[in-house]
């Protein structure tokens, strides 16, 4: 990967998705959820504090060591277990029907095999789980969808592959997932970076 990729993008990544403006969204995007979860891009723990009360376990895949380090503070002051159980997403070390929900923010812009990572989050999913998501990408509007046109090839150097482009709803429902329900819009910021939409699917039987 190399020394930026494992040791400056992390800290990066932890310090723009960290922003105090970014919580009330994590919280949003995690009400719902109970059981066994798992989540995608756990990062440095961002999300810890985000878990409604009903959850019981959050199987946690990450493939960066550092930002695992960077969030051991957080995941020492969650109030839900939170296992460490895989490096891809591409890749679950999980058995079939094994989880009651799933969750990730800002991750499937980055998963390099993000439609093998959505069948293998199909596969560890209970039918009728399910999987609430809060991501950036493609905005509706083709002024700002032509800047994120010609800044992607720099956006995915600069971020260890992060896209501008990818439409998270579209890779979901193309999944297989059903969708229930989508907010997006703009919040504050550079447009090409500030579409955020929160949504959620269910794994259907």
């Known amino acids: 990967?190399?020394?930026?990729?494992?040791?400056?993008v992390p800290r990066m990544v932890d310090r723009m998705c960290g922003a105090p403006a970014m919580q009330p969204m994590r919280d949003r995007a995690a009400e719902g959820l109970s059981g066994v979860i798992i989540e995608l891009g756990f990062g440095s723990g961002r999300n810890a504090s985000s878990y409604p009360p009903e959850v019981t376990l959050v199987h946690a895949i990450e493939p960066?060591?550092?930002a695992r380090e960077l969030g051991a503070e957080r995941i020492a002051a969650a109030t839900v277990e939170i296992r460490?159980?895989?490096?891809?997403?591409e890749s679950l070390p999980l058995d079939d029907n094994s989880c009651?929900?799933?969750?990730c923010t800002f991750t499937l812009c980055t998963i390099p095999g993000v439609d093998r990572a959505l069948d293998e989050l199909r596969r560890v999913l209970k039918p009728g789980a399910r999987f609430n998501f809060l991501e950036h990408g493609i905005a509706p509007d083709e002024s700002v969808?032509?800047?994120?046109?010609r800044i992607d090839p720099i956006e995915k150097k600069l971020a260890d592959g992060c896209h501008l482009t990818r439409d998270p709803v579209a890779l979901v429902r193309n999944a297989g997932f059903v969708i229930d329900s989508v907010e997006s819009g703009y919040t504050k910021g550079p447009k090409p970076?500030?579409?955020f939409t929160t949504a959620s699917a269910t794994n259907p039987a």
Do not use: I, P
């Open 145 to 149: 969808r032509k800047w994120q046109r």
């Open 193 to 195: 970076w500030t579409y």
């Open 64 to 66: 960066s060591g550092l």
């Open 84 to 89: 460490f159980a895989g490096l891809h997403g």
């Open 100 to 103: 009651d929900g799933a969750f």
């Open 1 to 8: 990967m190399g020394f930026y990729n494992e040791r400056v």
